[in-house]
């Protein structure tokens, strides 16, 4: 018998969807590659797994690099409130550390790994692992079967694909999905490192002479070759062997990966705020109190009240201060030039490690391609490689079960189908109770029926808390079979 829903790729978005769709009722079948779920999600956040963010929505979007809106909907469905309170449900308590960033309280990541899996097996979901699936079947414009490696055909009507980016290779996501999704007509944007340790071929870095300094809450910026900042990070910084890695680095790995391609250069500059929170004049006016506090103290002595002893040298001699000048005896304009070095520290870098090192693969399935409205094929694309996203919107029929488990957007094309939708909701306006959560949305002149599903999912989750009870209402919300696919069993 063919599966309802199989998902292709166990990680974070795989267990997500297979989850999703057996809570839903639906027929499910999780296969992959390798021999346990979720490798990758088992090493995220250096093994603790940095969950979500508690910030502000906005404020999330706003630092997904590329075009984060794209991501609105999904989020507002899905978003970080909903990813804690999904996480507390499972007993797997998260604490918020600096910048809103969210860790279990474990610090393992397995143990997140182990709660999405067992409540993916609660689900009902049928688990294959050890199956690396070879492609997938299109018979009649739509998604039939799924073949794995060994030959043999699973049949399904609809097929979810996660099978991840091709970042860290060896956690199973070497890109398989990308020539399955081109298959199914799809345009695949030229994949890219994000995420990702930046490389830099200054004298310093190549001297090593930073290697392993870690440098608290600065703020990077990325600047275009106009001398117009691109973006500023703030966060941790570490100087390593080659360039620039931790967090600040790899936010703005985005931005230096774009310029570089952008402007067919082989340089991009970076400048390190070392005093954020300070002016220049505020950070002059550190230095000079404390010259006056000890002036006849070597500078580089001096500074080590400031500043990370392993840098003074550098940046003395890019200021052109002796180091061992009483500190007394550095002129005014050098003790302003230090200080603007402290808010600009430049660093030419020269590229980022590759795709295989990074944390993000950057680019794949074309955007534009990812509409609801284009459903035909049946494949649903999920892939939570974009920022903390979790759901590419999926190409879904209508009616079809994955337009309800993913709040997938309805979206009105228009025309016929159009007020066929409004039609609908407004029919089933008139019968839905209050107490369902409130009416759905009326139609005017932009229907609403994405709204509708997520009304449809509380009443479903009513449902499924106590079964019968709303009996009468599920027979009728089985009517609408264009808005809403109810889960298995009789009404
Ligand atoms: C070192 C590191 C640290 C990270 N830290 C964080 C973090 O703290 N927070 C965060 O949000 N993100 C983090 N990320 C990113 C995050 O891990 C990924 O975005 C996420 O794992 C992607 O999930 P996914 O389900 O799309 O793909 P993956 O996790 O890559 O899963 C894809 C799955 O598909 C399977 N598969 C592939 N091809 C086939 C096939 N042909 N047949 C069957 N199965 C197949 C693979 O075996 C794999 O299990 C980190 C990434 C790395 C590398």
Redesign the pocket.
């Known amino acids: 018998m063919a599966y309802d829903v199989i998902v292709?790729?166990?990680?974070?978005?795989?267990?997500m969807a297979s989850y999703s769709a057996g809570l839903h009722g639906a027929k499910v079948l999780l296969?992959?590659?390798?021999d346990r779920?979720?490798?990758?999600?088992a090493?995220?956040?250096?093994g603790?797994?940095?969950?979500?963010n508690a910030g502000p929505l906005d404020k999330i979007i706003e630092h997904i690099p590329g075009n984060g809106r794209f991501l609105y909907s999904a989020l507002s469905a899905f978003g970080n409130r909903e990813i804690i309170a999904f996480f507390e449900k499972l007993g797997i308590r998260l604490k918020e550390e600096d910048n809103g960033r969210m860790f279990p309280v474990t610090d393992r990541a397995q143990t997140v790994v182990n709660a999405l899996v067992s409540e993916v097996r609660r689900q009902g979901v049928e688990i294959q692992v050890n199956?690396?699936?070879?492609r997938i079947v299109y018979r009649n414009g739509r998604t039939a079967a799924v073949r794995l490696m060994h030959g043999h055909e699973i049949p399904g009507r609809c097929v979810v694909l996660?099978?991840?980016?091709k970042?860290?290779p060896h956690?199973?996501?070497?890109g398989?999905?990308y020539a399955w999704a081109e298959e199914a007509g799809h345009t695949i944007t030229e994949l890219f490192p994000t995420?990702v340790p930046i490389t830099s071929g200054e004298p310093f870095i190549q001297r090593r002479e930073l290697q392993g300094l870690s440098l608290r809450g600065v703020v990077l910026s990325v600047w275009n070759a106009g001398g117009k900042k691109v973006v500023s990070h703030e966060g941790d910084l570490l100087f390593t062997h080659f360039g620039l890695s931790g967090p600040a680095a790899l936010r703005c790995s985005h931005f230096v990966v774009k310029q570089l391609r952008r402007r067919g250069e082989p340089k991009v500059i970076l400048t390190i705020d070392l005093f954020p929170g300070l002016s220049a004049d505020e950070v002059y006016a550190r230095c000079r109190k404390l010259a006056a506090g000890e002036p006849k103290k070597a500078a580089k002595n001096v500074l080590k009240a400031l500043l990370p002893e392993r840098m003074i040298p550098l940046l003395l001699a890019k200021t052109g201060i002796a180091e061992e000048l009483a500190a007394g005896s550095v002129s005014k304009p050098l003790w302003m030039e230090l200080a603007r070095l402290l808010k600009a520290f430049p660093v030419e870098c020269n590229g980022t490690l590759s795709i295989r090192e990074?944390?993000?693969t950057g680019g794949g399935v074309h955007l534009k391609e990812v509409d609801p409205v284009e459903a035909d094929g049946g494949t649903v694309l999920?892939?939570?490689?974009f920022g903390?996203s979790r759901v590419y919107r999926g190409i879904q029929h209508y009616g079809r079960f994955c337009h309800g488990i993913f709040g997938g957007k309805a979206r009105c094309p228009g025309g016929a189908r159009c007020a066929g939708l409004c039609r609908q909701l407004n029919q089933l306006n008139r019968r839905l109770p209050s107490s369902f959560g409130g009416s759905l949305p009326q139609h005017t002149k932009t229907p609403r029926p994405r709204r509708a599903g997520r009304h449809a999912e509380a009443f479903i989750r009513a449902e499924a808390a106590s079964p019968g009870r709303n009996r009468r209402l599920r027979a009728e919300l089985a009517q609408f079979p264009v808005l809403f696919q109810l889960p298995h069993g009789n009404p």
Do not use: M, Q, Y
Request: glycine share 24%; aromatic share 2%.
């Open positions: 292709i790729g166990g990680g974070p978005s795989g267990l296969l992959d590659k390798g779920l979720g490798r990758k999600l090493i995220s956040g250096g603790r797994c940095n969950v979500t199956s690396p699936v070879d996660a099978t991840g980016g970042s860290v956690t199973g996501s070497t398989d999905g995420e990074a944390f993000v999920l892939r939570r490689d903390r």
